[in-house]
């Protein structure tokens, strides 16, 4: 897994044992009433590092973020940042700063007085907070509404205020509580990379809280995904893209195709497994199930080929079934084919060319194909 | 907002409500004083109201009253939700602003002001001062307090319940008559109970407007009190504070019932 | 007093009085000056509207004589110092009493938009009810609390925390607790739903940047509030002006208060061109913050949307 995971940067403090974690859930639980939001959770975090909180609505991942920023107060358990326990150390006097979903900017203040207000609260001269003001300003690009109010701003303006503010007293950790989510599509792609580019610059750990996969998977160095209050996985965007550790990660994250199925062989060269399709899987990455055992084989749709053809041998990782949806996206083209057993695969081509040598449409026979390191084996 | 409740906050509900309803408890409670002090306890009777309903005077008052309150507050239930719907359905017209200022100024203008000014209209158009004068008073200011009311509902009012109403043939007053009303008409009821029970307040603007023969119980009453607490005044206040707070409160239990039938309904067809 | 006075509402306006019948003694004998250095009203030179023509021929003869306009009564508004005193005082009672109504309402608004949201509904039905209940029986029921025999003094006295009664009926007093208490909902509604819809995450925000929560009430939510707060005082403040039932009952004989005296004006000394003259002054008076209040009312709808 090494090698996916210097794809993107070498700053890898996770790999390293020597690394000190800067923040510290230690079996956190936070109960409301009746209901577990956050069931007996442990969790580290690195310095620098830009990292992920990934699930659907009610996972907890919100509550995570708020005990730390000390909004609510672990039921059991304890948090650690840099070192230092967080019982008890109200909002005001903690050395993180959030960045509201709904911006919370100061609707009677002007952006200015917004930037400021949290380095007024510090006591600091007044020269220091117009040039610290100024510099943010600068930072996020929004000089020239330094006078504005809120409501004169546009939805991607109120979202850079709300940065600003949050960065200007220079937090140790910065938490983004679902920050993009209210711009639109196109808006949310450039903001990504600034914000990517402002953790670089800044130096500063970023934790966000989110629930759309893709603006996980752009910024994150690392992602928990969680469900039900409890992490499932923490590993790099590739990891869990590439090597999802259950079932629910697979599904959870991007498309997946899952055929159920037996162990027949597996040693270090890779297993064989009876597909319950009625096809037989090579694979190279065992998962480490033994002979015998129920799995599941993963395989991401763009890892497998369609063809009206059937491919080079067909004893293994092929069968042939019929084309029963196409979705065009334009950059590509899903294929849905249905297989003799009823099961419906997902397969995707990328359209690299302006024109297919291979059409292929609604109900024509299809082969599906894909290689022996194209999936995984999922035990749980 | 919300967040914890704190005990200064519990403190300063329960300090407010409790000034609030106090000289309303201490009022009914004396009006079952046996006593003629209404200060001293001097034992539970009913007697101020046996002698209340004895007092012709006062009968009479009650009854002028309560015809006015009706006639009023359903001719003001109709100007004001008319008033209403030009404001809402018509945002651009000439002389709008003036208008819409004209709607609502009544309702905070001192009513020493609109009493005075309606009985100077009265006198000028040659109208002798009586039942009628008190009458078209209270339609005047209480038709305001409706359209506030109705207007607060429609504007909520989503506007493609009329265009479907249309679009599947029904013509525009069809159409008000069959949708609009119907999904308007608790605004319009409460706007109804709140010119009823304005009419059946009002002192200042019928003191000028009444004439021989209209003196309405809140007149009736002032000129009571002004000669001092009694146990009777008391007896009539209660019933009249009973009378609201009943129709208020029964009022509020219907609708609630009906929103918890209607969330088990909604709750019923999603489990389908 | 009232018996009499009611009876001249009834006996109708038909003539103008040049001679007076009954009346409050102090108001009176100002009157008879006032008359005496006027000489005889004459007829249409000093009336607003003439009224004192047979019923049946009104209409014609108030066309006939609009060109008779005069400004005799407003002058003589400002020759007597009364008018400008009961202007004044009604302006500071009114201003007192919104002052004391905003120090009551505000916290027993902010308890309610704090309170569990199940228990809001209610709370709000609690602080409409009494504005359903006559306004003239609620001013009334202070009176047998505040007399000096009455409820209140019994209670301290029985307590032992005071020896010899206060004397709060037809006090000053007595009127900023009557304006407190009968226009109390008008504060605590406007207050309660402009602190009801404040984002709570705003509040979160201030104390994430390093704000006490007293700093960050008044850094955040009180001036948030505001809107509420000029709509709650000017709904205590434009009807408490020219209030009439509260100084009546409440205030006494000695009270000075501009719709009393326009009242009196009218009821006791039934002169209506003065009275008139005196309900416009008090409408131009009102007009400032009656405009205030319509825009305040616009821009917070504005910035709801």
């Known amino acids: 897994m090494n090698s996916l995971g210097s794809i993107r940067r070498v700053f890898a403090p996770w790999n390293d044992p020597a690394a000190k974690p800067y923040i510290v859930f230690e079996r956190v639980t936070k109960t409301f009433g009746g209901f577990t939001a956050v069931n007996d959770l442990s969790l580290v975090i690195y310095e620098r590092e830009f990292f992920a909180l990934l699930g659907a609505s009610g996972c907890g991942k919100t509550t995570l973020l708020r005990m730390l920023a000390g909004f609510e107060e672990p039921t059991s358990g304890r948090i650690l940042l840099d070192g230092q326990d967080m019982r008890g150390i109200p909002p005001y006097r903690r050395p993180a700063n959030m960045m509201f979903q709904s911006y919370a900017l100061f609707p009677h203040m002007t952006v200015?007085?917004?930037?400021?207000?949290?380095?007024?609260?510090?006591?600091?001269?007044?020269?220091?907070?117009?040039?610290?003001?100024?510099?943010?300003?600068?930072?996020?690009?929004?000089?020239?509404?330094?006078?504005?109010?809120?409501?004169?701003?546009?939805?991607?303006?109120?979202?850079?205020?709300?940065?600003?503010?949050?960065?200007?007293?220079?937090?140790?950790?910065?938490?983004?509580?679902?920050?993009?989510?209210?711009?639109?599509?196109?808006?949310?792609?450039e903001t990504q990379f600034e914000l990517m580019d402002l953790q670089q610059e800044l130096g500063l750990t970023f934790v966000i809280v989110t629930h759309d996969q893709e603006?996980?998977?752009?910024?994150?160095?690392?992602?928990?995904?969680?469900?039900?209050?409890?992490?499932?996985?923490?590993?790099?965007?590739?990891?869990?893209?590439?090597?999802?550790?259950?079932?629910?990660?697979?599904?959870?994250?991007?498309?997946?195709?899952?055929?159920?199925?037996?162990?027949?062989?597996?040693?270090?060269?890779?297993?064989?497994?009876?597909?319950?399709?009625?096809?037989?899987?090579r694979t190279s990455n065992t998962g480490g199930a033994a002979r015998g055992s129920s799995?599941?084989?993963?395989?991401?749709?763009?890892?497998?080929?369609?063809?009206?053809?059937?491919?080079?041998?067909?004893?293994?990782?092929?069968?042939?079934?019929?084309?029963?949806?196409?979705?065009?996206?334009?950059?590509?083209?899903?294929?849905?084919?249905k297989l003799p057993s009823g099961q419906v695969v997902k397969a995707s081509a990328l359209n690299a060319a302006r024109i297919t040598n291979d059409p292929l449409t609604w109900q024509d026979r299809a082969w599906i194909s894909f290689d022996p390191d194209a999936g995984i084996v999922l035990t749980s | 907002m919300i967040a914890g409740w704190s005990r200064f906050n519990v403190v300063s509900v329960v300090l407010g409500f409790a000034f609030l309803y106090l000289p309303i408890v201490l009022l009914v409670v004396f009006s079952f004083n046996e006593s003629r002090l209404v200060t001293v306890w001097g034992g539970f009777s009913t007697k101020w109201y046996v002698s209340l309903f004895s007092n012709q005077g006062l009968m009479d008052a009650a009854w002028v009253t309560a015809r006015v309150a009706v006639i009023s507050a359903t001719v003001a239930t109709v100007l004001g939700t008319m008033a209403a719907l030009v404001l809402t359905r018509h945002t651009r017209f000439r002389g709008r602003i003036l208008f819409s200022g004209m709607v609502f100024a009544p309702l905070v203008m001192p009513e020493v002001i609109t009493g005075l000014s309606l009985l100077l209209l009265f006198v000028a158009v040659g109208l002798d001062r009586g039942f009628l004068?008190?009458?078209?008073?209270?339609?005047?200011?209480?038709?305001?307090?409706?359209?506030?009311?109705?207007?607060?509902?429609?504007?909520?009012?989503?506007?493609?319940?009329?265009?479907?109403?249309?679009?599947?043939?029904?013509?525009?007053?069809?159409?008000?008559?069959?949708?609009?009303?119907?999904?308007?008409?608790?605004?319009?009821v409460s706007g109804w109970l709140l010119a009823f029970t304005l009419s059946l307040d009002d002192l200042v603007i019928a003191s000028f407007t009444s004439g021989p023969g209209a003196?309405?119980?809140?007149?009736?009453?002032?000129?009571?009190?002004?000669?001092?607490?009694?146990?009777?005044?008391?007896?009539?206040?209660?019933?009249?504070?009973?009378?609201?707070?009943?129709?208020?409160?029964?009022?509020?239990?219907?609708?609630?019932?009906?929103?918890?039938?209607?969330?088990?309904?909604?709750?019923?067809?999603?489990?389908? | 007093m009232a018996g009499p006075r009611l009876d001249l509402v009834r006996s109708g306006c038909r003539h103008r009085t040049d001679e007076l019948e009954i009346g409050d003694g102090q108001r009176h004998d100002r009157c008879d000056a006032r008359r005496r250095r006027r000489g005889p009203a004459k007829p249409g030179v000093t009336s607003l509207y003439r009224v004192d023509q047979p019923p049946r021929h009104r209409r014609s003869v108030l066309l006939e004589q609009l060109g008779e306009f005069g400004l005799d009564n407003?002058?003589?508004?400002?020759?007597?110092?009364?008018?400008?005193?009961?202007?004044?005082?009604?302006?500071?009672?009114?201003?007192?009493?919104?002052?004391?109504?905003?120090?009551?309402?505000?916290?027993?608004?902010?308890?309610?938009?704090?309170?569990p949201a199940a228990l809001r509904p209610i709370l709000l039905m609690l602080v409409i009810l009494p504005f359903w209940t006559s306004f003239l029986i609620r001013v009334y029921a202070w009176i047998g609390i505040l007399k000096p025999e009455g409820l209140l003094n019994q209670l301290l006295l029985g307590l032992g925390l005071i020896d010899v009664p206060l004397v709060i009926l037809n006090t000053h007093s007595a009127i900023f607790i009557g304006i407190v208490y009968s226009y109390l909902p008008f504060m605590v509604l406007p207050l309660y739903?402009?602190?009801?819809?404040?984002?709570?995450?705003?509040?979160?925000?201030?104390?994430?940047l390093g704000c006490r929560p007293a700093g960050a009430f008044w850094k955040i939510t009180f001036p948030l509030s505001l809107p509420g707060v000029i709509a709650g005082s000017m709904l205590v403040f434009i009807p408490a002006v020219g209030e009439f039932v509260i100084p009546d009952l409440l205030g006494g004989s000695q009270t000075l208060m501009i719709g009393k005296t326009l009242w009196n004006e009218f009821f006791a000394n039934r002169d209506w061109p003065v009275s008139s003259a005196v309900a416009?002054?008090?409408?131009?008076?009102?007009?400032?913050?009656?405009?205030?209040?319509?825009?305040?009312?616009?821009?917070?709808?504005?910035?709801?949307?």
């Open chain 1, 215 to 281: 603006e996980a998977m752009t910024m994150a160095d690392r992602i928990a995904v969680m469900d039900k209050g409890k992490v499932m996985q923490v590993a790099t965007p590739a990891e869990i893209y590439e090597a999802p550790a259950s079932r629910f990660i697979a599904d959870f994250v991007g498309s997946v195709n899952m055929f159920e199925g037996t162990v027949e062989r597996s040693d270090e060269d890779g297993a064989s497994i009876a597909g319950n399709d009625g096809f037989s899987i």
């Open chain 3, 74 to 115: 407003y002058l003589w508004l400002t020759e007597d110092p009364l008018y400008l005193n009961a202007y004044v005082s009604s302006v500071v009672i009114a201003a007192i009493s919104t002052l004391l109504a905003l120090l009551v309402g505000y916290p027993i608004a902010y308890g309610m938009a704090r309170a």
């Open chain 2, 215 to 272: 003196t309405t119980l809140p007149m009736k009453i002032y000129s009571q009190v002004r000669l001092g607490v009694t146990p009777e005044i008391n007896a009539v206040s209660t019933l009249m504070i009973g009378l609201v707070a009943g129709g208020v409160i029964a009022a509020s239990i219907v609708n609630k019932r009906r929103a918890v039938q209607r969330a088990r309904d909604e709750q019923a067809a999603e489990r389908g």
């Open chain 1, 112 to 189: 200015e007085q917004n930037i400021a207000f949290g380095l007024r609260q510090e006591g600091l001269p007044k020269p220091e907070i117009e040039a610290r003001v100024a510099d943010m300003l600068k930072l996020v690009k929004l000089g020239q509404f330094a006078r504005r109010k809120p409501h004169q701003l546009s939805g991607g303006q109120r979202q850079r205020v709300a940065l600003a503010r949050s960065v200007a007293k220079r937090p140790k950790v910065l938490l983004l509580d679902e920050p993009l989510g209210a711009l639109d599509r196109k808006l949310r792609e």
């Open chain 3, 280 to 305: 416009v002054i008090l409408l131009l008076l009102l007009i400032v913050p009656i405009m205030f209040f319509q825009s305040a009312q616009a821009r917070a709808r504005e910035e709801g949307r």
């Open chain 2, 133 to 188: 004068t008190v009458t078209l008073a209270h339609v005047t200011f209480s038709m305001c307090f409706v359209a506030v009311v109705v207007q607060s509902r429609l504007v909520t009012f989503d506007r493609s319940l009329e265009e479907a109403a249309m679009d599947l043939g029904a013509p525009p007053v069809t159409t008000f008559f069959q949708i609009t009303l119907p999904v308007i008409a608790p605004a319009i």
């Open chain 3, 193 to 208: 739903s402009s602190l009801e819809k404040m984002d709570h995450s705003l509040i979160e925000a201030a104390q994430d």
């Open chain 1, 295 to 337: 799995v599941a084989f993963a395989i991401r749709p763009e890892k497998i080929r369609v063809s009206s053809k059937p491919p080079e041998q067909t004893a293994f990782n092929a069968v042939a079934g019929e084309i029963y949806d196409i979705a065009y996206l334009g950059d590509m083209t899903v294929y849905h084919v």
